[in-house]
């Protein structure tokens, strides 16, 4: 895809399908013999959940939660409203959110709170990239793709706009004033 807009490649597609793909199998030998729910953080984490999947051996099921964090499009307030919930019960079974990346981390932490208060057997934090340097939580986060430096990420599932979910790989965008 040609687009001024995409700059430097972060992560690219056969990275991607590798690391995927290890995902699965670890997590795979952490849950044998256990059924797993994983839920989905809408919508970036669509392309990645669907990937992952395919690298699970244990049985699963899958539900996804849709939430919108106020503030500017750049940055979370860490105010976080549920636009969908989920619509099975956790209580009592090992949940593992799917998230596609990790940046203040306020809005996981909204959510890590809110699954816990449901009671499920085990929970625990699956993201495909995460920006230590803008952390401003300390989070739980058993599985991570990829860490990333601070540039705002587009690219297999991550958007800006609602652009770029389709590409690959994972670029980042070009802000105005950006060299090249």
Known sequence: MSDPQIGETLVESGELKKRVAALGEEISRDYEGRDLVLVGVLKGAVLFIADLMRHLTVPCEVD?????????????????????????????????????????????????????????????????LTKPERRRVDLPTKYVGFEIANRFAIGYGLDHEQRYRNLDYVAALKMPGDSG
């Not at 593992?96 to 085990?122: F, H, M």
């Open 64 to 128: 996804f939660m849709a939430v919108s964090s106020y503030g500017s499009s750049t940055d979370s307030s860490g105010v976080v409203r549920i636009l969908k919930d989920l619509e099975a019960s956790i209580d009592g079974r090992d949940v593992l959110i799917v998230e596609d990346i990790i940046d203040s981390g306020l809005t996981l932490q909204y959510l890590l709170r809110n699954l816990k208060a449901r009671n499920p057997r085990s929970l625990e934090v699956c993201a495909l």
